[in-house]
């Protein structure tokens, strides 16, 4: 992954895009950082595209920058380069770092599940909309094992409203013993997986058997 920058001064963000004086490129391959002239900072017209045009040759993926004209915008997303906000100012480092960290992050949220499993008593709740609690786990379907697990008490029940509400929450998982199929069509509309069927056990219980394809699921107990 390669990160752009703006420079003036070879140390901070600079204050434009395509007028800089120069480009740093981090390569996170091998973590040096380089810093080419902007030939073309006294370009007539064009100077936008033409450093987008320079980064693209480059190898750049990421862009950060104070702002970029709508001509060179269009010209680094055509090259497939992401553009992510830099304050003027900033340290390249600091603004590297922040960058690359927040990239790690989110790959780390990408490979995690968060399962919602509804609760009462401590077990799995045979009907999600009546349930007391939901047990929110987070888990690694790499290496099949859970992480964190959260007990969120629920709003009051109403049509609709769980699938929403789990969603915030980011939930990619359900797994209840019983639902009915609106309440299945609103959790696909929310991108969350439906399992159902499952039986009233604990809830790590049954996402550890999730995770190694050996949860035996029965017949819905809410089919309407």
Partial sequence: MK????TDDGETVGRVFGRASSFAIFDQADSSLVI??????DAEHGAGTGAASFLADK???VVLAPEVGPKAASGLAAAGIKIIVAAT??????AIDAAVAKKKANDTKGNTMKIAIPMTDGKLSAHFGHCQQFAIIDADPATKKIQVRDNVTPPPHEP????????ERGATHIIAGGMGQKA???????KITVVIGAPAE???SIVELFLQGRLVTGANSCDH
């Fill in 3 to 6: 990160y752009a920058v703006p």
């Fill in 59 to 61: 190898g750049a993926n």
């Fill in 202 to 204: 604990a809830p790590e």
């Fill in 160 to 167: 609709g409203l769980y699938p929403a509400w789990l969603s």
């Fill in 89 to 94: 100012g900033t340290k390249l480092r600091a």
């Fill in 184 to 190: 299945r069509e609103l959790f696909a509309q929310n």
């Fill in 36 to 41: 080419y002239k902007n030939d073309g900072i």
